[in-house]
């Protein structure tokens, strides 16, 4: 199994389809429920929901999830049957594969109850026809890439005493989740240079997203929230709350953090914790909210709502 605990749980929702293909009397025998081994449609309904639940048994790299809801819609045609599920679930990881394995067995129960006088049945299809949550709903939101920069604050980084690492992992995530990212600054921990650099990036260059990583703790050097309360002209405790809450959950240390988030324009600034381990969660806490962020503070409404409204993505 591949590790999901450095992701935050989102809402998730999946929707599978299955084709079954049988003669026209057999489709008109499960209209008229006229069956004998009992109501096909409602045994083959059950059928699904316990196989979306049972998804981590039967494909060996699934993990178990706490499942909120399990769908199954038929469409019953003249020579077919058409099995909709949906499987929704607050989690780490989607529901695409238990929305499938419900409508796959839910295609096999009808087979199994339909057989005995329909030697012609074939389950012609499962496919998958939507699935939601998580970074892939907003990495469509941009006809263009967001841009980011990364912004290294430490006095060792800064003398050349010690190698960069955390702003390295964050520029390598931040261009895999879809944002245009050049190499990371480096600064010391000072207060007027941090936030000379920060009003750089916001009123000169217009970069979408800034994260700094360093200097958010409680040391004589960590100067980083007091740069940021000269730049902000719109706090987000949310996000910074965000962090540390995700942090509490894998180190008692987190809750020292002083990070601070907010716009200055339409560039979202987000402090992220110095070291790698730290960065690396942070940022998977963080994401897909800073997507949906600059979404927002680009002047775009909610990605998932317009998309049902047909509306255009900014």
């Known amino acids: 199994m591949l590790d999901v605990s450095h992701k935050s749980r989102t809402r998730r929702t999946a929707r599978a389809e299955a084709v079954l293909r049988a003669t026209h009397p057999t489709i008109e025998r499960v209209r008229r429920r006229d069956v004998p081994k009992g109501d096909a449609l409602e045994v083959a309904k059950v059928a699904a929901v316990q196989a979306?639940?049972?998804?981590?048994?039967?494909?060996?790299?699934?993990?178990?999830l706490p499942i909120d809801f399990v769908g199954v819609e038929y469409e019953l045609g003249e020579q077919?049957?058409?099995?909709?599920?949906?499987?929704?679930?607050?989690?780490?990881?989607?529901?695409?594969?238990e929305a499938l394995t419900a409508a796959s067995v839910a295609a096999l129960t009808l087979y199994d109850?339909?057989?005995?006088?329909?030697?012609?049945?074939?389950?012609?299809?499962?496919?998958l026809l939507e699935k939601r949550g998580g970074k892939s709903d907003f990495r469509q939101a941009f006809a263009e890439p967001p841009s980011a920069a990364v912004l290294v604050l430490s006095d060792s980084a800064a003398a050349g005493e010690n190698?960069?690492?955390?702003?390295?992992?964050l520029a390598e995530r931040l261009s895999k989740a879809g944002f245009a990212v050049g190499v990371?600054?480096?600064?010391?921990?000072?207060?007027?240079?941090?936030?000379?650099a920060l009003r750089t990036y916001a009123d000169e260059r217009g970069v979408?997203?800034?994260?700094?990583?360093?200097?958010?703790?409680?040391?004589?050097?960590?100067?980083?929230?007091?740069?940021?309360?000269?730049v902000l002209e719109i706090e987000i405790p949310g996000i910074a709350e965000a962090l540390r809450?995700?942090?509490q959950e894998r180190t008692p240390h987190a809750m020292l953090s002083r990070g601070r988030a907010g716009l200055r324009g339409h560039t979202l600034i987000v402090n992220i914790p110095g070291s790698p381990d730290a960065a690396a969660e942070a940022l998977d806490a963080a994401?897909?909210?800073?997507?949906?962020?600059?979404?927002?503070?680009r002047g775009g409404g909610h990605p998932e709502a317009d998309a049902r409204r047909g509306r255009t993505r900014p």
Request: charged share 20%; with cysteine; glycine share 6%.
């Open 113 to 127: 109850m339909l057989k005995m006088f329909d030697e012609e049945m074939v389950i012609e299809s499962v496919r």
């Open 287 to 297: 994401l897909p909210a800073l997507l949906h962020a600059v979404v927002m503070a």
């Open 184 to 196: 990371p600054a480096i600064l010391p921990d000072e207060p007027d240079a941090i936030a000379s």
């Open 52 to 64: 979306a639940k049972d998804t981590p048994r039967i494909i060996p790299y699934c993990h178990p």
């Open 80 to 97: 077919t049957i058409r099995i909709t599920t949906t499987v929704t679930a607050t989690y780490k990881t989607g529901v695409e594969m």
């Open 163 to 169: 190698a960069d690492l955390s702003g390295r992992i």
């Open 245 to 247: 809450a995700h942090g």
């Open 208 to 230: 979408d997203l800034v994260l700094t990583t360093g200097g958010t703790g409680i040391g004589p050097r960590d100067r980083t929230p007091e740069a940021m309360a000269t």
